[in-house]
């Protein structure tokens, strides 16, 4: 079984950071790449940032671009990959609820698309002020 554990987050004002960590447990060969989605009310959850774990090789949504880094690293003493997600340059429109999520890609038409992940943390909440 996989399993994403969100944690960081918060309250912040514009132009601040803040970092998100996920830790996934369980076998690492179900999944291949560990991302971000966040979600407002009423909309539908948008897919932020990715990382293939082979290969290290990190994907963005536009408008996180150049403010927004991610990072990924192999617990050697349990097994356990890790990702952070450090936010930068923070706006109003940022706000949402941020979750971390595992699943295997195929494609880059599958990397966006929530149902292509299987395994979701329960989020943590990003609020940023103006």
């Known amino acids: 079984q996989v399993q994403p554990v969100e944690s960081g987050g918060g309250s912040v004002e514009s132009g601040g950071r803040l970092t998100l960590s996920c830790l996934v447990s369980g076998e690492s060969f179900y999944y291949n790449v560990i991302g971000w989605f966040r979600q407002v009310p009423g909309k539908e959850r948008e897919g932020v940032a990715f990382i293939y774990t082979t290969i290290d090789d990190t994907i963005y949504t536009d408008s996180v671009k150049g403010r927004f880094a991610l990072s990924f690293a192999l617990s050697q003493h349990n097994a356990k990959n890790s990702v952070n997600l450090q936010m930068n340059w923070l706006k109003p429109e940022d706000s949402a609820l941020y979750y971390c999520?595992?699943?295997?890609?195929?494609?880059?038409?599958?990397?966006?698309?929530?149902?292509?992940?299987?395994?979701w943390g329960q989020g943590t909440q990003v609020t940023v002020s103006s």
């Open positions: 999520v595992a699943g295997w890609v195929t494609g880059l038409w599958e990397i966006y698309d929530a149902a292509t992940y299987k395994w």
